[in-house]
């Protein structure tokens, strides 16, 4: 029988950050698989081990540390995870998503989502970083949801809009920050598979045929709810690795992993551009 999280395990592990941090963050920071050195950037901050939080999820997997910092980046207040929990590790949709459902009640605006992906797009190269614009949900398609099970309306409605589920605003931010940087940025559209296997030549070339750049293993599920609750979002893939489009190559999470480090300066230095850029608080 299904098991749902309810609001006041959602307010328990919210109210476990308030008191272990002097931070009111505005913007989350949600870092994949080899991205999590660009929490190093983060200035004063206070530091919490996701242990320490009641009904986080744990992260099972290398290159996910398993902690938050909140504090200062380019002037705001941030929350960043530094790794995340998938549906693969045997945990539910709910519990994998707990995160973001927290960072709307702590009050945050937006939330900036990172992740490794392997391409699919052929130009596509380790290294590389796409911005998403969209994103194919197939786990939801099939009814593995996040917002599956009784609806709380405090959250959101029963039936959110995803057709602007990656806020074009940002996205034209992103974009101008990389032409004055003058750093390559791809745009496409994320898939998000269930995994763990990494996928065959098989898969990727249907994939492609249906109009996918790049495909992962988490993100999708984050938007969702992170659009439920009304929070903007801006999405960037770090690609890990070229199309296997032939079944030529071997695809290994070392080598996810190893191009995550090729990535960060540039995930970081469209991250610091975008929060340099954002759009002041409205007046209290």
Request: glycine share 10%; aromatic share 4%.
């Amino acid at each position: 029988m299904d098991s749902f999280l309810t609001r006041a395990e959602f307010e328990e592990a919210a109210a476990a950050i308030r008191t272990r941090t002097r931070h009111q963050p505005r913007i989350g920071l949600v870092l994949g698989s080899g991205l999590g050195d660009l929490a190093e950037s983060v200035e004063q901050p206070d530091i919490i081990q996701s242990a320490d939080i009641p009904h986080w999820p744990r992260s099972t997997v290398e290159g996910h540390q398993g902690r938050l910092l909140i504090g200062q980046l380019e002037g705001q207040t941030v929350l960043v995870q530094q790794g995340r929990a998938h549906r693969y590790e045997g945990h539910s949709m709910q519990q994998a998503t707990l995160p973001i459902r927290v960072m709307q009640l702590l009050g945050l605006e937006a939330v900036i989502l990172t992740n490794a992906a392997g391409a699919i797009n052929p130009t596509f190269r380790p290294g590389d970083v796409m911005l998403i614009t969209d994103h194919i949900n197939f786990m939801g398609m099939a009814g593995d949801s996040p917002l599956r099970g009784p609806n709380e309306p405090t959250f959101g409605p029963r039936f959110p809009d995803m057709s602007q589920a990656y806020d074009r605003e940002l996205r034209r931010t992103a974009v101008a920050v990389a032409q004055a940087a003058g750093l390559t940025l791809h745009q496409g559209v994320y898939v998000c598979l269930g995994g763990p296997s990494f996928e065959t030549p098989a898969d990727l070339r249907f994939l492609r045929l249906i109009g996918a750049d790049a495909v992962g293993m988490s993100t999708v599920p984050e938007v969702t709810v992170a659009r439920h609750g009304g929070l903007r979002v801006l999405g960037f893939s770090g690609i890990s690795n070229a199309a296997n489009l032939d079944g030529s190559t071997v695809t290994t999470h070392a080598e996810v992993l190893a191009a995550g480090q090729t990535i960060v300066p540039t995930l970081t230095a469209l991250v610091r551009g975008v929060l340099r850029q954002w759009p002041a608080p409205p007046p209290a």
